[in-house]
């Protein structure tokens, strides 16, 4: 997969073992809603007050924040594995990472505008010359005002990313 946001990858060396990992992880884990296709359930059930969803099982987990107010699928996706340091604890080696779909959309987003942008270039080139001053405006601003937007999406998934990552430095170390 091309990855168009970044990633980070880090370690944390704890003195819990691997059980004591797993168990302080999933009191901050609510496990995966299965979807169901074609069915109705009307049961009530409240929401979780755990941050994160995912999975935490034999050494390894997957985990995303839980978010009311934004789209899921751009939120990072937390991976990581557990290992036994014999005496010593417990090595986590975790990589953070953008969903699939939505780094998939990004990238698409990118291969579309990075033509729509050179036309505009040089169609403000053409209007810049014949003196129609307002006309380039338009033409330049344009994909100044999408690349922010892109920037933007950067930037927030880049803060989402510190957050979760200081998350976990904060329950192990």
């Known amino acids: 997969m091309k990855i168009i946001l970044p990633t980070e990858k880090f370690t944390i060396t704890t003195h819990l073992t691997p059980d004591r ?58 991976q ?3 290992s036994d340091q014999d005496s010593e604890g417990s090595l986590i080696e975790v990589k953070i990472k953008p969903d699939k779909e939505f780094n998939d959309g990004i990238l698409l987003f990118a291969v579309v505008m990075i033509p729509i942008v050179i036309i505009n270039f040089f169609c403000f080139l053409a209007n810049f010359t014949e003196g129609d001053i307002a006309g380039s405006i338009i033409f330049l601003a344009a994909p100044i005002l999408v690349c922010m937007g892109y920037f933007s999406v950067i930037k927030n998934f880049e803060s989402d990313m510190k957050q979760d990552k200081q998350f976990l430095l904060g329950i192990f170390e």
């Open 21 to 78: 990992v797993e168990d302080k992880l999933l009191n901050f884990v609510e496990p995966y809603k299965s979807a169901k296709f074609l069915t109705f359930d009307f049961s009530y059930s409240p929401p979780s007050n755990k941050p994160y969803q995912g999975t935490v099982e034999n050494g390894f987990f997957e985990i995303k924040k839980m978010s009311e107010r934004r789209n899921q699928g751009s939120l990072p996706i937390i």
């Open 80 to 82: 990581g594995s557990i």
